[in-house]
């Protein structure tokens, strides 16, 4: 074979290399909506040194998705703070209250995001959540697989006291830690062609 046939095959394998990944990149996203029945959004935080954990029974969430092409997606998410759920009544009135959630000024909490990339563990969404009017760039890592439906899972880190959730005497960590553990897993029907 000659040394411009070597080059020509090259160029050709080039070129096909190429076309594959244009066409991977031409992935048309998939547009989800979430099974709110099927599908779970809990947090897990420290007070007076044990462990709890609650949930938040009513939040929307729409994806726009294909695994070959994540950058083409976006995730968004939409969360109604006074369904917050801890199995005890008065921590979630104190948790709804002026000092923490501050539902009544601040009734929702939302993640759009503005990328969403390749990970060596599945996916990342980059965006932007705004939590009690506080608006801070935000990740949420994921993996996502299909069968009958669309699955979102995976977990991630909130600081409360970078949105301003603890004030007064919430604002010490003595009793009630920062970091609080996000975990979600999401259920995602894909809508109808």
């Not at 005890?88 to 009734?107: C, H, N």
Request: proline share 3%.
């Amino acid at each position: 074979m000659t040394l411009s046939s070597l080059q020509s095959c090259a160029l050709l394998a080039t070129l096909i290399g190429t076309a594959a990944l244009a066409a991977a990149a031409d992935t048309p996203a998939v547009h989800y909506t979430l099974d709110p029945a099927k599908s779970a959004l809990e947090f897990q935080f420290v007070q007076a040194g044990a462990q709890n954990k609650g949930k938040f029974t009513k939040f929307q969430t729409t994806l726009d998705f294909s695994p070959d092409s994540p950058q083409t997606g976006k995730l968004d998410v939409l969360v109604d703070v006074n369904s917050v759920d801890t199995g005890d009544k008065e921590r979630d009135d104190t948790l709804r209250g002026a000092d923490l959630f501050s539902v009544a000024k601040f009734p929702q909490a939302h993640f759009t995001s503005t990328q969403i990339t390749k990970t060596a563990t599945g996916y990342d969404a980059a965006g932007k959540l705004t939590l009690r009017g506080v608006t801070k760039d935000f990740h949420v890592p994921f993996t996502f697989k299909t069968s009958d439906a669309g699955y979102l899972t995976g977990k991630t880190t909130i600081k409360r006291l970078d949105f301003g959730v603890g004030e007064g005497d919430w604002k010490s960590t003595e009793w009630v830690g920062s970091d609080v553990t996000v975990t979600y897993s999401l259920r995602l029907v894909a809508a109808a062609h």
